[in-house]
């Protein structure tokens, strides 16, 4: 079966001879949902851009179901959707405009688009605020928008960066409620997080990525193992060198 992403030799170099990605090699297979860890600066965003076509890479491949997403991006372009971190819309549209446009962007018919808006809106409990601007949105209602708009093409591979930051406990679990269903529906999803209890609940398999290069990839299980230790905490405390802050060691160091 074709894979969702598959990124080989990967390399981002911006021109003050920074090196954002070092070789990246990655691959997520249809239907699968993986996880990309890592610290500030790792080069997740920039390997995400990449994917999505706002920025392009140095040198390397990049395929998205089978189309290349560099030199012939339209169809991988269509296939792909992202939901950034940052909060992005037009405060001066409505919440079913903005779902509106971006479904007009990527050629959907009048009626698909309202049918389609209407169905996110009540999927995300946003249908009484349809008629509003999003300047009057909370926080995160407008992550919830985010969300909807990245979904309204129905996109076979969904990227998530870090789509819970910020949110609190009620609407992060029922995100993740719709992400999982998504997920079991046959959408590929390829999630960037910080919280590590995230990804070990909606992951199928994670990689570690730092200074620019994949450390390490697999099911927990298999990280856990390779870095002999027993949690996904204590493998990224590794990964990043702060094995000190791990719940083993203050117990070992306060007995």
């Known amino acids: 079966m074709t894979p969702a992403l598959s990124v080989r030799d ?13 070789g990246v090699s990655l691959e997520i297979g249809s239907g699968e949902f993986f996880g990309l860890l890592g610290p500030n600066g790792a080069g997740k965003s920039t390997m995400i851009h990449c994917v999505t076509g706002l920025a392009r890479p140095t040198s390397g491949r990049i395929e998205i179901f089978g189309h290349d997403a560099v030199n012939h991006y339209r169809a991988a372009r269509e296939a792909v959707a992202l939901a950034p971190q940052e909060i992005n819309l037009d405060m001066f549209l409505t919440l079913e405009e903005t779902l509106d446009l971006h479904g007009g962007y990527f050629g959907m018919s009048r009626a698909d688009r309202r049918e389609r808006a209407a169905e996110l809106l009540d999927a995300f409990s946003l249908t009484g605020k349809r008629h509003e601007r999003t300047r009057t949105l909370s926080g995160g209602m407008k992550g919830r928008l985010i969300l909807a708009r990245a979904l309204m093409h129905r996109p076979r591979l969904l990227i998530l960066d870090e789509p819970t930051a910020g949110v609190d406990i009620e609407l992060r679990l029922e995100l993740w409620q719709y992400i999982e269903r998504i997920n079991r529906e ?70």
């Open 186 to 255: 046959g959408t590929s999803i390829m999630l960037t997080t910080h919280y590590l209890e995230e990804a070990e609940r909606l992951c199928d398999r994670i990689a570690f990525i730092n200074h620019g290069e994949i450390a390490a990839q697999g099911t927990i299980p298999e990280l856990t193992a390779r870095y002999g230790v027993g949690t996904l905490e204590d493998a990224y405390l590794e990964l990043v060198g702060r094995q000190e802050l791990s719940r083993v060691h203050i117990e070992e160091t306060a007995a």
């Open 10 to 22: 990967l390399v981002k170099r911006y021109p003050t001879g920074m090196e954002a990605l070092k």
